[in-house]
């Protein structure tokens, strides 16, 4: 499994932005897939995840901010980020596992995703 993402860059305050993660290899290794971040000096943390049957669940930190949502068709994962601030700044990372339904979207560790994306950054200024 590969994964790319793409779509990061500078944005002010209360802008968007959308990140986009392309797929490729066995579909069974990827029907967890998930956005993760990581600010300087902080630990990997999962921010939104989509199972195997769509349904999805974001952190509290960007709920109502942040949509995931993947096109199976593209095989495409996206991150819709909308009101932007600068404690978003981070590089974003893709992640695909193989686990599903409830314990996809329960197992928040990155120890359940075996495929990573290189990373997009994204950085909000005030």
């Known amino acids: 499994v590969q994964l790319v993402e793409s779509g990061g860059g500078s944005v002010q305050s209360g802008g968007s932005l959308r990140l986009f993660c392309s797929a490729s290899?066995?579909?069974?290794?990827?029907?967890?897939m998930a956005w993760f971040r990581q600010a300087p000096g902080k630990e990997r943390e999962r921010i939104a995840v989509?199972?195997?049957?769509?349904?999805?669940t974001v952190t509290d930190a960007v709920k109502g901010r942040f949509t995931i949502s993947q096109d199976n068709a593209k095989n495409t994962l996206y991150l819709q980020m909308n009101s932007l601030k600068p404690d978003d700044t981070a590089k974003y990372f893709c992640?695909?596992?193989?686990?599903?339904?409830?314990?996809?979207?329960?197992?928040?560790?990155?120890?359940?995703?075996?495929?990573w994306g290189q990373g997009t950054q994204v950085t909000v200024s005030s």
């Open positions: 992640a695909a596992g193989s686990s599903k339904a409830f314990l996809c979207r329960a197992l928040d560790g990155m120890s359940n995703y075996n495929f």
């Open positions: 989509i199972d195997n049957i769509g349904i999805t």
């Open positions: 290899g066995y579909t069974k290794s990827r029907s967890c």
